[in-house]
């Protein structure tokens, strides 16, 4: 069983900055491909970012391209979200999930989610 505790959300302003990191726990961290998914309110949860284990291979949501930068740390066990020029449209709650072997691109798919953090930007 692996536990994800995510951190470091929080209100910023439009075209504000703001780092979300997620602690893995419970597994072998070096196994998982890991991702951020988002939910907005009345929405259902998207897709944001994607790193392969070795941290080699990322893809992003379109929106959030060149503004968000997902990375990893295997040696603390940590996947981060560095989110920068955010918009009104990027508040949502954030979740951090090991992705499944047999993702399929952009698919809402975890096989392990954290609680969620809240990000909430103000225009």
């Known amino acids: 069983q692996v536990q994800l505790v995510e951190s470091g959300g929080g209100l910023a302003q439009a075209g504000g900055s703001l780092r979300l990191s997620c602690a893995a726990s419970?597994?072998?961290?070096?196994?998982?491909?890991m991702g951020w998914f988002r939910q907005a309110p009345g929405k259902e949860r998207k897709f944001v970012a994607r790193?392969?284990?070795?941290?080699?291979?990322?893809s992003y949501v379109e929106s959030v391209k060149g503004r968000f930068t997902i990375s990893r740390d295997n040696a603390k066990n940590t996947v981060y979200l560095q989110m920068n020029n955010l918009k009104p449209e990027d508040t949502a709650v954030y979740y951090c999930?090991?992705?499944?072997?047999?993702w399929g691109a952009g698919e809402a798919a975890a096989d392990y989610w954290g609680q969620g953090t809240q990000v909430t930007v103000s225009s």
């Open positions: 419970g597994g072998t961290f070096t196994m998982y491909d």
């Open positions: 790193i392969s284990w070795s941290g080699r291979v990322v």
């Open positions: 999930a090991v992705i499944p072997k047999d």
